[in-house]
């Protein structure tokens, strides 16, 4: 299937061409039909599945069709509301691209940066709002925007919305938007209190579900290194003389760890910033584009600033350290291997984080292979006094871990997969997945 299959107008049909797009990934090919026909959407599709266009696409062209219909100042007909500035500003990026022809306006609003430039977009009149929740009720208490001709609601990430707190603000908005619209829904999961949200939002909704969180992309290739805490920094270092891994996104649990390890790997001679949310808005913008650029060879973040980071050939995502949720292993790793493209995604595990990793594999349903060709591995001497660690916390009511311990080493100073089959890469991270990383020709 390609584009020109979904009925897209051709100025969106040359905006595509121009960015190298042919061929529509499944959650755009079977939203963007039903959006056209002006049907209420619930959307289930995990990061990097493409679903900004499968909106955006839409959203323009519907847009496009009624322009001259309304005469005078240009009035807010689309609103499109996402938890970050990152995600925010990918959105808008988005627009851009695929409106460049339509002759059709959009401003993006968030917090953290001054409003001024924001408000005079707004002034000057748009057809599309692409906002973060504070920032929008924010300019609304000040008269800024008027929504009371809005024609398109999208909720974006909506899982990300619930877990960063956020629920209040947006029931806030959806208090003053008209009863009669187009509403579109789209989260990467789909657990009963994002229902409940969904269910006060749309009406009769058509449902489309691609690549479901439990699942990770054929094109990523996985792999875990089992090391010590203290040895990590040292692992990953070893790792960066390894030239192929040019464009690499770190994860950390914490923006503490994020800045730490971020200081290590720029003390070792490897361009390396941080982001989080207590960076400025300025400096994560600015870390974000030199990244982008690839004046940034190592970017380390934590799991909600990176929700929105889209880089085309992102060679390498690394979990410096395993998320406690196995769902946010899923979302981590959708970074690279984006719509179609190949990508590595490298995991180190501490004795400690065993059951965090068990937990993965249960969800994913299958193990993840071990390299333990590396300078640090983890002893069996290691697990056993982490497991009796553990065995400690939960007799004195502590959390213990989660799940049953995975692959761990079968004898001293050796790793292996236990019971799993490893099917080890030859040769460690070096061959450890397909290099020709060529740009998927599809929009995210």
């Keep these: 299937m390609t584009f020109e299959n979904l009925n897209l107008i051709e100025p969106i049909l040359k905006a595509l061409k121009t960015e190298g797009y042919t061929q529509p990934t499944p959650i755009q090919a079977k939203s963007i039909p039903l959006i056209l026909q002006k049907k209420d959407l619930l959307g289930c599709a995990q990061t990097g599945t493409g679903k900004t266009a499968a909106f955006s696409i839409p959203i323009l062209q519907l847009l496009h069709e009624k322009q001259g219909a309304d005469k005078g100042l240009r009035k807010v007909k689309a609103l499109v509301l996402t938890p ?32 001024k430039k924001q408000t005079d977009a707004l002034r000057a009149g748009v057809d599309i709002l692409v906002a973060t929740p504070g920032r929008l009720l924010d300019l609304m208490n000040q008269k800024y925007i008027n929504l009371q001709h809005l024609e398109l609601f999208v ?15 947006v029931k806030k908005v959806l208090k003053v938007l008209p009863e009669q619209k187009q509403s579109l829904f789209f989260s990467a999961t789909m657990a009963p209190e994002i229902m409940k949200l969904a269910d006060t939002i749309l009406v009769d909704p058509a449902k489309v579900e691609v690549t479901p969180v439990s699942s990770t992309a054929n094109t990523i290739q996985q792999s875990v290194y089992y090391v010590k805490g203290p040895d990590k920094r040292k692992l990953l270092l070893h790792l960066l003389k390894d030239e192929e891994m040019e464009s690499v996104l770190v994860f950390t649990r914490t923006k503490r760890g994020a800045d730490r390890v971020a200081k290590d790997i720029a003390k070792a001679g490897v361009t390396a910033e941080a982001i989080h949310g207590n960076k400025a808005q300025n400096a994560r913008v600015r870390a974000l584009d030199n990244f982008k650029s690839r004046k940034t060879r190592v970017l380390v973040a934590t799991d909600i ?12 995502v690394v979990n ?48 993840v292979p071990v390299i333990d060709n590396h300078p640090f591995p983890l002893t069996a001497k290691d697990f056993a006094e982490a497991a009796s660690t553990i065995k400690e916390q939960k007799k004195k009511g502590g959390r213990g871990g989660r799940g049953n311990w995975g692959n761990k080493p079968s004898g001293e100073g050796r790793s292996s997969a236990g019971s799993a089959n490893v099917n080890r890469p030859a040769g460690g991270p070096r061959n450890g997945g397909n290099r020709n990383r060529s740009r998927s020709h599809q929009p995210s």
């Design 155 to 169: 909720l974006d990430e909506a899982d990300r919305m619930l877990d960063m707190g956020f629920v209040n603000d």
């Design 305 to 316: 600033a990176a929700r929105g980071i889209d880089v085309d050939d992102l060679s390498h």
């Design 320 to 367: 410096y350290e395993l998320p406690n949720e196995p769902e946010t292993y899923v979302h981590r790793i959708g970074r690279t291997g984006r719509a179609g493209a190949s990508g590595i995604a490298l995991s180190f595990c501490g004795a400690d984080e065993v059951p965090y990793l068990a937990s993965i594999q249960k969800l994913i349903s299958k193990n």
């Design 84 to 115: 970050t500035r990152e995600l925010a500003m990918q959105i808008g990026d988005s627009m851009t691209a695929y409106g460049k022809h339509t002759g059709l306006r959009h401003t993006v609003i968030f917090g953290g940066v001054p409003q």
